[in-house]
């Protein structure tokens, strides 16, 4: 399909997980496949879009028509994202990035001498909210990952990070969210819930996309 909305338009996704060394061979880092975040960067080139993927560590094929640039850690990601953001109409942020990391990383494999070891984490950069809060910021869509109250948490983050939209994610069970095929979301505006129920990550993104496009058209015709 295309969109008349989206023909031409420069759209950001950051997708898959980070990871925080703790020393050259050992990381922290969470489930994210990068399925979701490659759908909608797929479904965005089918509708027309100028594509720019950021992608975490994933074992995934990159996209048709996308421009892709791989990171590994939340910072290598906030700096990817930011250099390239001016020249962005839509932002999408799908990546399940490391909220903290490790305030050293060692240089050699850590070994097992001690009973017992700490890691001192710090937090990271929230990509999300800087690239919202830039004086010219894109029109920006985030992604919430909650088990419960689904809706209630991830208004709050529209809210704070001062979002056009958000897609809640129900992460409780084992069928939809991370590292699965499947996902169901609603998708938060500040006047509306639209309820997508669970069905594959690639049927999701491109009904996503026909939302984005529609709000953001809306958004500029203001
Ligand atoms: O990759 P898959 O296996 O297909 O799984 C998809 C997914 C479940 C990871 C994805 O659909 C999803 O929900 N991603 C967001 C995960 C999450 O928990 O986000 P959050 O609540 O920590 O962050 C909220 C938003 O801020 C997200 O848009 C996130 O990309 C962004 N963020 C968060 C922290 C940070 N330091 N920088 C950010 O940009």
């Not at 990171?71 to 109409?89: F, K, Y």
């Not at 490391?98 to 070994?111: E, L």
């Not at 709050?156 to 069970?173: F, P, Q, S, T, Y």
């Amino acid at each position: 399909f295309t969109s008349t909305a989206l023909t031409g338009r420069r759209i950001m996704l950051t997708a898959g997980p980070t990871w925080e060394a703790i020393d050259p061979v050992r990381g922290i880092t969470n489930h994210s496949s990068g399925m979701m975040g490659y759908a909608l960067a797929q479904a965005a080139a089918e509708a027309g879009a100028q594509v720019t993927l950021i992608s975490g560590p994933t074992s995934l094929t990159k996209p048709e028509r996308v421009t892709s640039v791989d990171v590994v850690s939340a910072c290598d990601m906030h700096n990817a994202v930011m250099e390239r953001i001016a020249e962005q109409d839509i932002f999408i942020g799908v990546a399940a990035v490391a909220d903290y990391r490790p305030v050293d990383s060692a240089d050699q494999k850590i070994k097992k001498n001690a009973d017992e070891m700490t890691i001192t984490m710090v937090k990271n950069p929230d990509i999300l909210a800087d690239v919202a809060n830039l004086e010219h910021a894109p029109f920006c869509v985030g992604f919430a990952a909650e088990t419960h109250d689904v809706v209630d948490y991830a208004r709050g983050k529209l809210e704070r990070k001062k979002l056009d939209l958000i897609a809640a994610n129900h992460v409780g069970g084992s069928e939809t969210g991370f590292g699965v095929p499947d996902n169901a979301i609603s998708l938060i505006s500040r006047d509306r819930v639209l309820d997508l129920p669970k069905q594959s990550k690639h049927a999701l993104a491109r009904r996503l996309i026909i939302e984005i496009a529609d709000s953001y058209q809306k958004k500029n015709e203001k």
